[in-house]
């Protein structure tokens, strides 16, 4: 039993590593590509791994699957060319790279399982823990983009619905971020974000492995 946990806990360095790194580094790159600097002149626009983890958030990650943080991309919003949209556009970027990763990795899941397919039985030591890597890469990433796009401050999707509601709405949908972070917390804890995502994460990763065959 122990050493099944071990092994799946190794397993999952990569996924959880290139999840947030790709994830930190999008925000970056978008941030950088509409009009602020500030993230690249301090080498955020980068796949280096300890550019962007937090020690804590990525712990999180790895022992629950789908809750995690990496370090927050620093963004001065006075440079982007349109304000609102800069920090939408910045913030949907972190979790369409992940998403772009779960279905980059099921295409490999497929393209492997072809490929590898005569030898699985021979020499199952060296292909199934590919296999299972693979799989947690899938899941790791669709659970990161599922839960940063739920509309709560600070996650991302909080600066998406931010920008499509009206004015006055908009305002009012300010006032929560204050207590965004306890509210996410305490859903967390109580454990009604797992069960609410948990049939997304399921059904999107179901969607993208069959997807491909």
Same mark, same amino acid.
């Given at each position: 039993?122990? %050493?099944?946990? *071990?092994?799946?806990?190794?397993? &999952?360095?990569?996924?959880?590593?290139?999840?947030?790194?790709?994830? %930190?580094?999008?925000?970056?790159?978008?941030? @950088?590509?509409? /009009?602020?600097?500030?993230?690249?002149?301090?080498?955020? !626009?980068?796949?280096?791994? +300890?550019?962007? *983890?937090?020690?804590?958030?990525?712990?999180?990650?790895?022992?629950?699957?789908?809750?995690?943080?990496?370090?927050?991309?620093?963004?001065? !919003?006075?440079? +982007?060319? &349109?304000?609102?949209? /800069?920090?939408?556009?910045?913030?949907?970027? /972190?979790? *369409?790279?992940?998403? $772009?990763?779960?279905?980059?990795?099921?295409?490999?899941?497929?393209? +492997?399982?072809?490929?590898? /397919?005569? @030898?699985?039985?021979?020499?199952?030591?060296? @292909? &199934?823990?590919?296999?299972?890597?693979? %799989?947690? #890469?899938?899941?790791?990433? !669709?659970? =990161?983009? !599922?839960?940063?796009?739920?509309?709560?401050?600070?996650?991302?999707? #909080?600066?998406?619905? #931010? @920008?499509?509601?009206?004015?006055?709405?908009? =305002?009012?949908?300010?006032?929560? %971020?204050?207590?965004?972070?306890?509210?996410?917390? =305490?859903?967390?804890?109580? $454990?009604?974000?797992?069960?609410?995502?948990?049939? +997304?994460?399921?059904? *999107?990763?179901?969607? =993208?492995? $069959?997807?491909?065959?």
């Amino acid at each position: 039993m122990f %050493e099944m946990y *071990l092994q799946k806990l190794l397993l &999952n360095i990569p996924p959880v590593l290139l999840a947030l790194t790709a994830h %930190e580094c999008a925000h970056a790159w978008a941030a @950088y590509k509409l /009009g602020d600097p500030t993230a690249k002149m301090l080498g955020r !626009v980068s796949l280096n791994p +300890f550019r962007h *983890l937090d020690p804590i958030g990525t712990i999180a990650l790895f022992l629950t699957g789908m809750f995690g943080w990496a370090r927050p991309v620093p963004i001065n !919003v006075r440079n +982007f060319r &349109n304000v609102s949209q /800069g920090m939408m556009l910045t913030a949907a970027a /972190g979790p *369409l790279a992940n998403l $772009g990763l779960a279905g980059a990795s099921a295409f490999i899941y497929k393209l +492997f399982a072809v490929a590898a /397919g005569p @030898y699985l039985g021979r020499y199952p030591a060296v @292909y &199934n823990p590919l296999f299972i890597m693979i %799989e947690l #890469s899938i899941v790791m990433n !669709v659970s =990161l983009a !599922v839960f940063n796009m739920l509309p709560i401050p600070p996650l991302d999707g #909080s600066r998406v619905l #931010s @920008y499509f509601l009206p004015g006055r709405k908009a =305002l009012a949908f300010s006032k929560i %971020e204050p207590y965004g972070f306890v509210i996410l917390l =305490l859903l967390i804890t109580t $454990g009604v974000i797992n069960m609410a995502l948990s049939p +997304f994460v399921a059904a *999107l990763t179901r969607l =993208l492995i $069959g997807g491909f065959y």
